[in-house]
């Protein structure tokens, strides 16, 4: 039985050392540009997308092209009153200076 126990324990420990998240995973989603006051503004990711249902696919693609332009952060810039509309722009932040994180 307790050598059982030392298998299975074993195993979680090796399984949890084994997670690498996604460069995706690793990029901040801000709302406002007072979070990005250091930070380099690297280029717009998405034009003006509607944030509804489907507005999950949107923000993974912006997320992409954030990694694939260098960015460590990701603003969703509002675009209307309402937040029904917004456009992404990457940004580069310096990573131990990032709010937070």
Partial sequence: MKRLSVVIA????TAGCAYRPDAVDMVRIVDTPADLRICKRLEDVSGPVATTRSF????????????????????????????????????SCPINDRDGW
């Fill in 10 to 13: 074993t195993c979680l420990v």
């Fill in 56 to 91: 999950g696919g949107f923000t993974r693609a912006m997320l992409a092209q954030t990694v694939a332009v260098g960015g460590t952060d990701l603003l969703l810039e509002p675009l209307n009153a309402d937040w029904s509309v917004v456009r992404g722009v990457a940004y």
